[in-house]
C-alpha cells in the first residue's frame, strides 16, 4: 500500500555542518548543511525513510511460528514516536494491557540508540534486561544496520523481534489477538478498507511523514515541498470534518488515530523544531475540536506525555537544534469542549 514508517529515532550519525556562502548581494546557499540522519537524506536534500527490516506476523490461523499466545509478546516502545504512540492507543482501544506487556524507554537518546533507564515515564527493560534496544535488534539479527527505532514487538519464547512496524503491529492488534472485551471497536472495517487504506496513505506521505520531511530537509526546495504538502493536506482534512465527527462518519477506525499523533504533536513541536509554521492546529476550528475529542476518549490521554515529546524532539535532534533547549510552551488544554458529538447522529452539541 505504501512504505511503512520506521519511527523517528534511533542511530544518529553526527556529521560537521557545512556552512553556506553568500554572494553577489544576495544569499546563495551552495551546499546543505549536516542531515539528522545522512544516509536517509537524498542528494537533493530530501528525506527518504529507511524500511522497517522486521515484518513477521502474529496470526491467530496458525499460518505463522507466531500464535496470538497471552503474555508471549511484549512491546517496546517511546511516548515521544508517533509512530510507537499508535500502537499503544490500538492496545488500549481493544484492551489488551493484561496480555501484552509494554516497556517504555527514555525519551532523550544518544549515539547508543533508545535506553531503557528509570525515570518520570519510563523504566528499565524487565523483560530481558536490556541496558539499550540495539540489544533487541542485534540479538533478533546481528547484521542488522539500519537505525534502532521504536516500536517493537518482541516474542519472549524465541528471543527475537516479531516486527517493528507499527502498521502490521496496529493490525495484528485489531484482528490477530482475542480483544479484551465485546464492545471494542473494530478498528480496520471491512467495509472501509479501500477508502481507509487510501486515506491511511494520503495521511502517512504528506502528514505523517510529511512533517519530517519538512524538518530533515537539508535543501530549501526539499523543506519547501515538504511543508507545503503537510498543509495542504490539513486544509483537506479540515474541509472533510466539517460535517462529519470522525474520518469516516460517526466511529473512529486506525485511521483517525494516524492522524491523531501527529496532530497532537503538532503545535508543540512540528510547527517550531520542524519549521511546519503557515499554521498551527489551534487555527483549525475543525481539526482543533477533533483533536479534543480523540484526547478526550477514555484514557487516551494517559497515552500522551508532552515531556517526553518535547524533550525528545528538542534534545536529540542535534542538527535542527544545537542548543537543546526545550521551549517552556505552547499552553494548550485538550480538555476543552470540543463541541464534535453534534455531528454524529442523534449527537449532542
Not at 518520570?120 to 542485534?138: K, T
Not at 519530517?212 to 523543506?223: I, K, M
Not at 464534535?340 to 452539541?349: I, N, P, V, Y
Request: one cysteine or more; proline letters at 7%; a neutral charge.
Amino acid at each position: 500500500m505504501f512504505r511503512a514508517a520506521c519511527n523517528l529515532v534511533g542511530r544518529p550519525t553526527r556529521v560537521a555542518p557545512v556552512a553556506c556562502r553568500t554572494g553577489g548581494g544576495a544569499h546563495t546557499p551552495v551546499m546543505a548543511t549536516g542531515a539528522q540522519f545522512p544516509e536517509e537524506n537524498s542528494g537533493e536534500g530530501e528525506f527518504e525513510r529507511q524500511e522497517d527490516a522486521f515484518r513477521d506476523w502474529v496470526r491467530a490461523d496458525g499460518s505463522t511460528p507466531y500464535p496470538p499466545a497471552a503474555g508471549r509478546y511484549h512491546l517496546y516502545v517511546s511516548l515521544a514516536c508517533p509512530w510507537a504512540h499508535r500502537t499503544l492507543i490500538v492496545r488500549h482501544l481493544k484492551r489488551l494491557e493484561s496480555a501484552i506487556g509494554a516497556t517504555v524507554v527514555d525519551p532523550v537518546r544518544d549515539e547508543r540508540g533508545w535506553a531503557f533507564r528509570d525515570g518520570p515515564g519510563h523504566s528499565r527493560d524487565p523483560v530481558n534486561g536490556f541496558s539499550f534496544l540495539s540489544e533487541a535488534y542485534r540479538a533478533s539479527d546481528p547484521r542488522f544496520r539500519g537505525r534502532w527505532t521504536v516500536p517493537v514487538l518482541w516474542d519472549k519464547q524465541t528471543q527475537r523481534i516479531v516486527n517493528n512496524s507499527e502498521d502490521d503491529v496496529c493490525r495484528m492488534f485489531n484482528s490477530e489477538f482475542p480483544a479484551g472485551g465485546r464492545d471494542t471497536p473494530d478498528l480496520f472495517p471491512a467495509a472501509l478498507a479501500q477508502p481507509q487504506a487510501e486515506l491511511s496513505a494520503l495521511i502517512y506521505e504528506q502528514v505523517n511523514n510529511g512533517v519530517y520531511r519538512a524538518g530533515f530537509a537539508t535543501t530549501q526546495a526539499a523543506y519547501e515541498a515538504g511543508a507545503r504538502q503537510v498543509f495542504a493536506t490539513l486544509d483537506l482534512l479540515e474541509a472533510r470534518l466539517a460535517d462529519r465527527r470522525f474520518l469516516f462518519g460517526d466511529h473512529m477506525v486506525e485511521t483517525d488515530w494516524r492522524l491523531f499523533c501527529t496532530l497532537v504533536r503538532f503545535d508543540s513541536v512540528y510547527h517550531g523544531h520542524f519549521k511546519c509554521n503557515v499554521r498551527r492546529i489551534v487555527d483549525y476550528p475543525n481539526l482543533q475540536g477533533y483533536l479534543r475529542d480523540l484526547y478526550q476518549t477514555p484514557r487516551i490521554a494517559d497515552t500522551v506525555n508532552f515531556d517526553h515529546i518535547k524533550r525528545h524532539y528538542y534534545i536529540t535532534h542535534p542538527e535542527i537544534n544545537p542548543t537543546q533547549i526545550v521551549p517552556v510552551g505552547p499552553a494548550l488544554d485538550l480538555s476543552l469542549p470540543h463541541g464534535r458529538a453534534r455531528l454524529s447522529a442523534g449527537g449532542e452539541s
